[in-house]
């Protein structure tokens, strides 16, 4: 597959979350993705959390239920190691849709709702920071 290069950040949609152009962030030194939940508690094998985006009214503090996730460990920049949840959705860039993994991270102190770490753009990315917006500018000509 054909590497395709992407900014710094960019915009992109959730088909599985039903959320639409979304601010994130490219993270290369994150391992794994994230997005900014809050209230995240686990009920009886149901997972629940509010999506966190000031940005988007429409969504900001939108309700999400999952019966499909994991525990994982995520470790810090500064070396500290947190459970969170992980759940398995789809984003789309570049007008294309891809499976990703998200860990639920309650972000409050960041600019952007979503982080795309090293997982997810391995192999399929090419990062210049230079640039911003790549995706979104192409579905918007």
């Known amino acids: 597959m054909e590497k395709r290069m992407i900014g710094r950040y960019d915009r992109a949609d959730f088909p599985g979350l039903h959320l639409n152009d979304i601010s994130v962030k490219i993270d290369t030194g994150a391992y794994t993705s994230s997005i900014h939940c ?3 508690k686990e009920e009886d094998g149901v997972l629940k959390c509010t999506f966190l985006d000031e940005e988007h009214p429409l969504y900001n503090g939108k309700e999400f239920t999952f019966t499909d996730y994991d525990v994982v460990f995520v470790k810090s920049s500064n070396g500290m190691v947190q459970k969170r949840y992980q759940i398995q959705s ?7 849709t891809y499976k990703i993994s998200l860990s639920l991270s309650a972000r409050q102190e960041m600019r952007f709702p979503v982080l795309l770490g090293r997982k ?3 192999k399929k990315f090419i990062v210049d920071t230079e640039y911003f ?4 500018n192409l579905n918007q000509e």
């Open 38 to 40: 809050d209230n995240i």
């Open 90 to 96: 789809t984003i789309n860039l570049f007008n294309r």
């Open 120 to 122: 997810f753009l391995t």
């Open 133 to 136: 917006d790549v995706s979104f």
